[in-house]
């Protein structure tokens, strides 16, 4: 049996609103999913011996089989207040690094799989994010990245890669073309609503592979 993350994150969002980081969100969801499965291994940034330059967000290990989970939490800034504790949220900006490196952890995830054959059962990639133009096409069709966004319905899949037209800055670290094997459908879904502004609002992008 694989893992239910569609009620882990039910159970999450209905202890934390929102996180204060990234290691944030990886801490939480890594206490939420011990406490589903408490006769499974949990591990947050796990070196595995294949790759000892790769770390894994959180490695659940399950009746022998591997279930790597690779998280993005991406903010527009803001100051919110949940439950008397106030979030400053940082401005990440770069929508457009934001997507490549969403869809390079589910190559990361396929080739963890090629990695360890049998032993996988499945790996997810999660974003949530209060920045919801990640949620919508680009304003313009021809956008460099428009090969990575993750519009709500669009499906990513084969060789992906930067417009030729795409300057040295913009892709910075992330100049290599992104080749999937598997074809994801992405799905956006409420997480939360803090406040009713464009910065209250939350919502999560769950891709698995399998």
Known sequence: MGLDMRAAMKALRQKRKCYVSEADFQLELAWVLK?????????????????????MDILVIKDRKWHPIELKYKTKGAALTVDNEKYVL??????DIGCYLFLYDIYRIETIKDSIGSAFA?????????????CKPP????????????????????????AESTGEGTKKQCRHPIVLKGAYECHWEDYSEIESTEVGIFRFLEVKVV
Do not use: Q
């Not at 589903?36 to 770390?55: G, I, K, Q, S, W």
């Not at 940082?90 to 929508?95: M, Q, S, T, V």
């Open 139 to 162: 304003r313009k069709k021809d956008c460099v990245y428009s090969a990575f966004t993750l519009e709500n319905g669009c499906i990513k899949h084969g060789h992906l890669d930067w």
């Open 35 to 55: 406490d589903m499965y408490p006769d499974a291994l949990v591990r947050c940034e796990y070196v595995p011996e294949f790759n000892t330059n790769m770390h």
């Open 90 to 95: 940082k401005n990440h900006g770069a929508k």
């Open 122 to 134: 499945e790996g997810y990639a999660i974003m949530l994010t209060n920045e919801l133009s990640y």
